[in-house]
């Protein structure tokens, strides 16, 4: 079963209500916002961070990136790094490469919500390809997620950008 049915799976036999959209290919977050003319406030974008020991997933708005230092402070890890699509590729078989959806528990990933996110009405997510994406209510993704709600994104400034703490994901 690929990605998308798997998801789609997961809400029905749940009973929750969602929309799925089809969109010309998008590689990058900004740009599936753009193609399903949508704020990128609502669609998740999905950051694959590596410990000395595991894969988390990091969840943020489309337009924010995932500062390393808050995402460990809310894994508890002491550190975080970004992993390369060639380091996450295999734990998403069933995904094209960098459109995994924000469910990291289907892989067997811990996963992390950004509390901005958390507060929308709703969200728009990737389902598996550059070319589908499915629409929930929040207080639905989170409950079926089990994603942990936490502060994980900086703000856009110049002083985090010379104190590097603000990272983006790897370009996809």
Same mark, same amino acid.
């Given at each position: ?8 799976? !997961?809400?029905? +036999?749940?009973? *929750? ?25 609502? !669609?998740?974008?999905? *950051? ?15 337009? !924010?990136? !995932? ?9 508890? *890890?002491?550190?975080?790094? /970004?992993?390369?699509?060639?380091? #996450? ?13 924000? #469910?990291?528990?289907?892989?067997? /990933?811990?996963? #992390? ?15 598996? +390809?550059?070319?589908? %994406?499915?629409?929930?209510? %929040? ?13 994980? *994104?900086? +703000? ?12 983006? +994901?790897?370009?996809?």
């Amino acid at each position: 079963m690929d990605c998308n049915a798997r998801i789609k799976q !997961l809400l029905k +036999s749940n009973g *929750v209500r969602y929309e799925a959209q089809t969109h010309t290919v998008a590689y990058t977050a900004q740009r599936v916002a753009e193609s399903e003319h949508i704020s990128g406030w609502n !669609l998740a974008k999905v *950051v694959i961070g590596i410990t000395d020991t595991r894969m988390i997933m990091f969840v943020v708005p489309t337009p !924010l990136h !995932l500062n390393l230092t808050k995402a460990a402070r809310a894994a508890g *890890v002491d550190e975080v790094s /970004l992993a390369s699509e060639a380091e #996450f590729e295999s734990v998403f078989p069933d995904c094209e490469a960098g459109a995994m959806p924000p #469910f990291g528990g289907l892989y067997g /990933l811990p996963t #992390f919500v950004d509390s901005g996110l958390a507060q929308q009405d709703g969200l728009v997510f990737q389902a598996g +390809s550059h070319t589908e %994406t499915i629409k929930v209510r %929040t207080a639905d993704y989170l409950r079926l997620s089990g994603a942990v709600v936490a502060d994980l *994104v900086a +703000s856009p400034g110049p002083e985090q950008h010379r104190s590097g703490l603000l990272t983006e +994901s790897p370009r996809r």
